[in-house]
C-alpha cells in the first residue's frame, strides 16, 4: 500500500500544469544585450483583503498550530482537534473520500488519516532508501487569519536515475478562533486513483466519541513579524497582481525582480544552467521563449477547459507574498471533464522587488527540448 498512498502526499501535475510548471513561474529573457528597464504598468483594483488587526500571541499561535499539526506525535485526532467543526476542505481527493464514505470535510480528514497511518507512521514521514528526507513546514509565514507552510520534499530526477530534485509543496489554511476553518494545498488527484478514493471503506470509518484535549507541542516559531506600513502591503499584492496580469511582458517581469533574485524552481534553474544565464536573466529569456506565440502558457483557454484564475487569492505579509492559482486539471474518473486543483508560489520581497521565489510544481515529464539544449541549439 506504501506506494499508492504516498502518491496522495506528492504533487501530481497535469499536463497543463506542467506547461505552467514550466511558465508562470519562468518569466524569462534571451540573452539578447543590455535589458533597459521601463516603468511597471500601474494597476487599480481591491487588495485581497485586508490585514486583520491580531496580537503576537494570536500569530505565534497560528504558527504553533502549523508546527503542532506536522510533528511526528501528532494523531489523527489530535488533527481533527485542531479544526473547527465546520471546517471546509479544498482538496479533492479528500473531498472525493468523504463522498463515496458520507462524510464531511472534519470527518473526512479524520477517517482518511486514520486510514493512512494504519501501518503506523504517516505517509509525509516516511522514508525511502537514497531520498532525503522531506522537511515538512520548513518554512511558516503567518499572518493573522492565514498561514502558509511549505514542504521542502524530493523528486525524483528525470534526467538522472537514482537521483532527486528539490520540490516544494505548499499548504495554506484560514484560521478562525485558533482553528484551522479552511483548507487549500497543492495536490492533484494522484492517477491512476487508488481504491481508497474509488471503493468505501469497509468496515465504515466509526463516529468520532469521546474529543480528549489537544496534545500540547513545543518549538520556536518560524521567525518575527516584520513591521511594515499598509501602503508597503498594498504594494507587495500589486506586485504581484501586476504580474499576473494579461499585459504585463516578460521585460515588466524582470523589471520586477531584484538583480540577485534567487529561483527555486527546478526547470528555470536547469533552463539557466544549460544557457549560462543567472537566475533572474533565465526567467527572463523563458518567459521570451514561451510567450513567443504572444500569449504566456498560463493564460491559453481550452474548449471545455475552465478558465484558470491566477492569483486568485493573494496573502501579503511584510516580506512575503503568497499567490494561489485556481486551475482545472482532467478528471481521471470522468473523461472529458475537470476538477479544481489549486497551484501556489511564493516570493520573498525586498526593497518593493520580488527577491526569491518557491512554487509548486514540478520538472515535466517527459522533459521539453528547451530544459535539455541551449536555446542557440533549437
Known amino acids: 500500500m506504501n506506494d499508492g498512498v504516498f502518491e496522495m502526499f506528492e504533487l501530481k501535475q497535469s499536463a497543463l500544469a506542467s506547461a505552467v510548471a514550466v511558465c508562470v513561474i519562468m518569466s524569462a529573457c534571451s540573452g539578447d544585450g543590455p535589458v533597459a528597464a521601463r516603468e511597471i504598468p500601474q494597476l487599480v483594483g481591491a487588495a485581497d483583503g485586508q490585514e486583520a488587526g491580531c496580537t503576537t500571541d494570536q500569530l505565534e499561535h497560528n504558527r504553533q498550530l502549523v508546527k503542532a499539526f506536522f510533528a511526528p506525535e501528532r494523531t489523527p485526532l489530535d488533527a481533527y482537534n485542531m479544526m473547527t467543526p465546520d471546517y471546509i476542505q479544498h482538496n ?30 504517516r505517509p509525509e514521514l516516511s ?13 511558516i509565514i503567518a499572518i493573522c487569519d492565514y498561514v502558509t507552510a511549505v514542504h521542502r520534499t524530493y523528486a525524483p530526477d528525470p534526467q538522472n536515475a537514482g537521483a532527486y530534485y528539490a520540490a516544494y509543496d505548499f499548504e495554506l489554511w484560514r484560521i478562525k478562533e485558533g482553528k484551522f476553518a479552511e483548507h487549500w494545498d497543492s495536490q492533484s488527484l494522484p492517477t491512476p486513483l487508488p481504491s481508497f478514493l474509488v471503493t468505501p471503506l469497509q468496515p465504515a470509518p466509526a463516529p468520532v466519541a469521546a474529543v480528549p484535549s489537544l496534545s500540547q507541542f513545543v518549538g520556536a516559531a518560524d521567525g518575527g513579524e516584520v513591521r511594515c506600513t499598509a501602503e508597503q502591503l498594498e504594494h507587495n499584492r500589486q506586485l504581484v497582481k501586476t504580474f499576473f496580469t494579461p499585459e504585463r511582458t516578460p521585460l515588466d517581469a524582470y523589471n520586477m525582480m531584484a538583480p540577485d533574485y534567487i529561483q527555486h524552481n527546478e526547470g528555470v534553474i536547469r533552463f539557466g544552467r544549460i544557457n549560462g544565464l543567472n537566475d533572474r536573466e533565465a526567467f527572463l529569456a523563458l518567459d521570451k521563449f514561451l510567450t513567443s506565440n504572444g500569449r504566456r502558457p498560463e493564460l491559453v483557454e481550452e474548449p471545455g477547459r475552465p478558465k484558470n484564475e491566477m492569483a486568485y487569492k493573494i496573502i501579503a505579509s511584510c516580506d512575503y507574498v503568497t499567490a494561489v492559482h485556481r486551475t482545472y486539471a482532467p478528471d481521471p474518473q470522468n473523461a472529458g471533464a475537470y476538477y479544481t486543483v489549486f497551484d501556489f508560489e511564493l516570493w520573498r520581497i525586498k526593497d518593493g522587488k520580488f527577491a526569491e521565489h518557491w512554487d509548486s510544481q514540478r520538472i515535466p515529464t517527459p ?8 536555446l542557440q541549439n533549437l
Open 367 to 374: 522533459m521539453p527540448q528547451f530544459l535539455l539544449v541551449p
Open 92 to 121: 479533492e481527493g479528500v473531498l472525493r473520500f468523504g463522498k463515496i464514505n458520507n462524510l464531511n470535510a472534519h470527518e473526512a480528514f479524520l477517517a482518511l488519516d486514520n486510514f493512512l497511518t494504519s501501518n503506523g507512521g
Open 127 to 139: 522514508e525511502e532508501p537514497g531520498r532525503p528526507k522531506n522537511e515538512m513546514a520548513y518554512k
